[in-house]
């Protein structure tokens, strides 16, 4: 398991237990040091107060389970609108939100739909005219929340 698996693994209850989910974990370095970096969501939005708290838990939690470098920082941030989407839970996670997904091997085809969640491990659903759309995960380009969604028919 990647190190970025094992600290999701660690850390999704105790996001959770925040009252958010939690989205991606990302690990690199800076200056010198681990830096890991935690991206949360909330459907009401993420506060300050969200980040703080998940911060002291992720925190304790790297701490107690001798994961975390010495030394290491730790940054807790919302996904954001131009957040592209890296793992198919991403559709729950933003279930009932616009999003834009974009295929693989055909040229300019892309939908707009509203996020319907997973269908199973490798499908995800986006609702289109009000009828579900079920992609394979494996044919996804790039997928990403929306500002709007539009209602064409998709490609050019």
């Known amino acids: 398991m990647s190190r970025e698996g094992a600290l999701f693994e660690l850390l999704d209850p105790v996001v959770s237990g925040q009252g958010v989910d939690l989205v991606e974990v990302a690990v690199g370095r800076s200056s010198g040091a681990e830096a890991i970096r935690l991206v949360i969501h909330r459907e009401a939005g993420v506060s300050h107060t969200d980040c703080v708290r998940v911060t002291r838990a992720a925190i304790g939690r790297i701490e107690a389970a001798g994961l975390g470098e010495d030394p290491f920082t730790l940054e807790v941030s919302s996904p954001g609108l131009d957040r592209i989407f890296k793992h198919p839970r991403e559709f729950d996670i933003f ?16 939908l707009a739909g509203i996020a319907g969640g997973r269908a199973d491990d490798e499908h995800v659903v ?28 998709g490609g050019k």
């Open 95 to 110: 279930r009932g939100r616009a999003v834009r997904v974009w295929l693989l091997g055909e040229d300019d085809v892309e």
């Open 126 to 153: 986006v609702e289109r005219h009000g009828s579900p759309t079920r992609i394979a995960w494996s044919s996804v380009r790039k997928a990403k929340l929306s500002d709007e969604v539009s209602h064409g028919g």
